[in-house]
């Protein structure tokens, strides 16, 4: 089974802080995503990256930075945490883009309460 | 610009009851479209993928069905079980899209299974 993991379930930092949010996942796949899901929003796009050192910004990327050194992982970095950046944040992978058969699978989120 | 809109909103019924949700999309050219099962607090797990061709697909009690020419798919839950209760999302994926930038998520539809 694809196993998608995030360093923290739950975080809380100050407003102004620096954030990094860990995703890594253990079956090889090209593609990692970064989401933030909000009550009546939905799923919203980040970032994401189709390779190693590659990255592409996705709806929502103001705000937000990504680093993918390695295969497996795909860094968040919040640079200086603001309020309106409190919410869940999800981490996907797939294996070659999104084909038809392809799918996404998702991390168990990292809740983020900024104070 | 590329919609996905599931209704209803939210939907309670109770144990051993059926269901039905809907997913209307504006995406185009179409790819493929999935629906995905969100426990509260986790992250999404896809329950199906389906292909232009395909109009209708099942797994365990749950059945989708796609109508490619009326840009509709729904998502069928036979008896219902209180695992049943989580958010139920769809998701759109454009042809020409080999991003995550070809990908539209619905909003969800809230799901609430009573004893």
């Known amino acids: 089974d694809v196993k998608v993991t995030q360093s923290s379930r739950y975080l809380v930092k100050r407003t102004g802080e620096k954030v990094f949010l860990e995703c890594v996942q253990d079956m090889d796949h090209e593609n990692m995503f970064w989401y933030r899901q909000d009550p009546g929003l939905g799923l919203r796009l980040i970032y994401f990256?189709?390779?190693?050192?590659?990255?592409e910004k996705g709806d929502i990327p103001e705000g937000y930075s990504v680093s993918r050194e390695k295969k497996e992982r795909f860094s968040l970095i919040l640079e200086s945490a603001s309020t309106n950046q409190t919410s869940m944040y999800l981490c996907a992978s797939s294996l070659e883009g999104l084909l038809a058969t392809d799918t996404q699978y998702f991390g168990p989120g990292t809740r983020l309460t900024v104070l | 610009k590329n919609q996905v809109e599931q209704s209803p909103q939210s939907l309670i019924i109770l144990e051993g009851k059926n269901c039905t949700l809907q997913c209307n999309y504006t995406v185009s050219p179409f790819s493929n479209l999935r629906w995905y099962k969100q426990d509260t607090g986790r992250g999404p797990v896809s329950l199906t993928i389906?292909?232009?061709?395909?109009n209708t697909k099942s797994n365990g009690r749950y059945t989708a069905t796609l109508d490619a020419d009326t840009k509709q798919s729904s998502l069928h839950i036979t008896a219902s079980q209180l695992s049943d209760s989580a958010s139920y999302i769809c998701?759109?994926?454009?042809?020409?899209?080999?991003?995550?930038?070809?990908?539209?998520f619905g909003k969800g539809t809230h799901l609430i299974i009573q004893p």
């Open positions: 998701v759109v994926s454009e042809a020409s899209g080999g991003g995550a930038d070809g990908l539209t």
């Open positions: 990256s189709y390779d190693v050192k590659m990255k």
């Open positions: 389906m292909t232009f061709s395909e």
